[in-house]
């Protein structure tokens, strides 16, 4: 556990266009995931977990049910002074919300000041992985360089979504914030390194940094397009491997497993990668528990002969507390708390939000239902997708149906 004194940022006032219609009205980190989780969770996990108790959630787009979920989820004890708090976008320094991810901690300097940590760990909202912070703490402080960046290799035909780095020693050398024409790693041509967003700085440094970013006015007061660049080009950014990083109770398998799920087609298979029979993202793991906040309250799952004499199965399907499958069946989905499948009805390769409600004989393949949705008895959805694209469901590049919440798909 840290004796220094640090204080967590987590960065969750992302539009999150890319997905819509699961952002029509919530912010991107609080979109569910997992059946009863939300994605938030996971960054706040990791940092809760690494002993990090001082977490400030910046929070501006759409904000109301992340801020209801961090608010009541995330409640700490005051009594050591820990919290866990959101904070929305305040116009502390001017009449405007935040212009970039960079600008939002600016705005909250107030806290900074507060607390006065030695470091700030900051993280984004929306990736699914595990990452005990305390261990790129130690790296940042032995390499002595006011700012660490975490980074993994991925596909280089992923480049343009990330932050790509260039490393020598350990230093950063070049840093290039989603570029169009990266070149691959010299041992691995196919590969980049690329920064997961998750940064870890020291106070001092990351203050004189951020008035500088807002006092110029071609900034466009972003971390990674901003501020990681000026402290490359000062020779005082290193690069932190999360392959070097393990948490307990971690397999082989699961280790370096990272997901940015800002895309539809992302979200998707973040969601099936957690119900594929080994894991390679295991929500069982007791020793770094994912967080949340469903309490005692909700009744168990149950699984029911239905009223024709069907049996009510799920396989290969993670299955939250308070949904009852009544003589249907699910395959290959994930279902979160309150969601009723009915006798005669086919679920498969999906993810159902709350209280989705799938009717007798309905079939539902390869579909995204948010919150509230209800397919009426004898009604498809997935199956016929120029159909379902007619009637204003958003399809996906990878064929993935959307319904947004509250949505009624008739037969
Ligand atoms: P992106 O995820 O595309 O790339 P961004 O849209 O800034 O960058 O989102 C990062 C985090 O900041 C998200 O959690 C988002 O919600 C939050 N955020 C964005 N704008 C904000 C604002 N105005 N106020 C508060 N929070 C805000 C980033 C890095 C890349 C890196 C990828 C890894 O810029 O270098 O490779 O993350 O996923």
């Known amino acids: 556990m840290a004796t220094e004194k640090v204080l967590a940022i987590v960065l969750a006032?992302?539009?999150?266009?890319?997905?819509?219609?699961?952002?029509?009205?919530?912010?991107?980190?609080?979109?569910?995931f997992a059946g009863h989780y939300r994605l938030i969770d996971f960054s706040l996990s990791n940092i809760v977990n690494s002993g990090f108790l001082k977490v400030v959630?910046?929070?501006?787009?759409?904000?109301?049910?992340?801020?209801?979920?961090?608010?009541?989820?995330?409640?700490?004890?005051?009594?050591?002074?820990?919290?866990?708090?959101?904070?929305?976008?305040?116009?502390?320094?001017?009449?405007?919300?935040?212009?970039?991810?960079?600008?939002?901690?600016?705005?909250?300097?107030?806290?900074?000041?507060?607390?006065?940590?030695?470091?700030?760990?900051?993280?984004?909202?929306?990736?699914?992985?595990?990452?005990?912070?305390?261990?790129?703490?130690?790296?940042?402080?032995?390499?002595?360089?006011?700012?660490?960046?975490a980074g993994i290799r991925q596909p280089l035909s992923?480049?343009?979504?990330?932050?790509?780095?260039?490393?020598?020693?350990?230093?950063?050398?070049?840093?290039?914030?989603?570029?169009?024409?990266?070149?691959?790693?010299?041992?691995?041509?196919?590969?980049?390194?690329a920064s997961m967003g998750n940064y870890i700085f020291s106070t001092k440094e990351l203050k004189e940094a951020l008035e500088k970013d807002a006092a110029d006015p071609d900034s466009k007061h972003d971390m990674g397009g901003n501020i990681v660049p000026y402290f490359v080009s000062q020779g005082a950014a290193g690069v932190y491997d999360f392959i070097n990083n393990e948490v307990p109770g971690?397999?082989?398998?699961?280790?370096?497993?990272?997901?940015?799920?800002?895309?539809?087609?992302?979200?998707?298979e973040a969601n099936m990668d957690l119900i594929s029979i080994n894991p390679v993202f295991n929500l069982y793991n007791s020793d770094w528990p994912v967080y949340t906040g469903l309490g005692g309250s909700l009744p168990p799952a149950k699984f029911v002969y239905g009223?024709?004499?069907?049996?009510?199965?799920?396989?290969?399907?993670?299955?939250?507390?308070?949904?009852?499958?009544?003589?249907?069946?699910?395959q290959r989905s994930v279902l979160s708390p309150g969601v009723y499948?009915?006798?005669?009805?086919?679920?498969?390769g999906s993810v159902l939000m709350h209280n989705a409600r799938i009717g007798r004989g309905a079939v539902v393949h390869r579909a995204i239902l948010d919150k509230n949705c209800v397919v009426e008895p004898g009604a498809q959805i997935g199956v016929d997708l120029d159909h379902d694209r007619e009637r204003?469901?958003?399809?996906?590049?990878s064929g993935i149906v959307v319904a947004p919440k509250g949505m009624v798909i008739k037969p």
């Open 13 to 32: 006032g992302g539009e999150g266009k890319r997905l819509m219609p699961l952002t029509v009205d919530r912010a991107k980190p609080a979109v569910p």
């Open 57 to 149: 959630v910046l929070t501006q787009y759409k904000s109301h049910s992340l801020d209801r979920h961090v608010t009541i989820t995330w409640r700490m004890s005051t009594l050591l002074g820990n919290f866990v708090a959101p904070v929305p976008a305040q116009q502390r320094m001017g009449k405007h919300w935040y212009l970039g991810s960079a600008d939002a901690i600016y705005q909250s300097m107030n806290i900074v000041n507060d607390e006065m940590p030695d470091y700030i760990v900051i993280t984004g909202a929306d990736n699914i992985y595990r990452m005990d912070f305390d261990q790129m703490l130690r790296h940042h402080i032995d390499s002595g360089l006011p700012c660490t960046v």
């Open 158 to 193: 992923l480049a343009n979504q990330f932050g790509v780095i260039e490393a020598e020693n350990g230093k950063i050398v070049n840093f290039l914030e989603k570029p169009d024409n990266a070149q691959g790693l010299p041992d691995a041509p196919d590969q980049v390194l």
């Open 250 to 268: 971690s397999l082989e398998r699961d280790r370096d497993y990272w997901r940015d799920v800002g895309t539809l087609d992302a979200y998707y």
């Open 307 to 330: 009223s024709s004499d069907r049996m009510g199965i799920a396989i290969d399907s993670i299955v939250s507390p308070s949904v009852i499958i009544s003589g249907g069946k699910v």
């Open 341 to 348: 499948v009915h006798s005669w009805a086919d679920v498969s």
């Open 392 to 397: 204003g469901l958003t399809v996906t590049e």
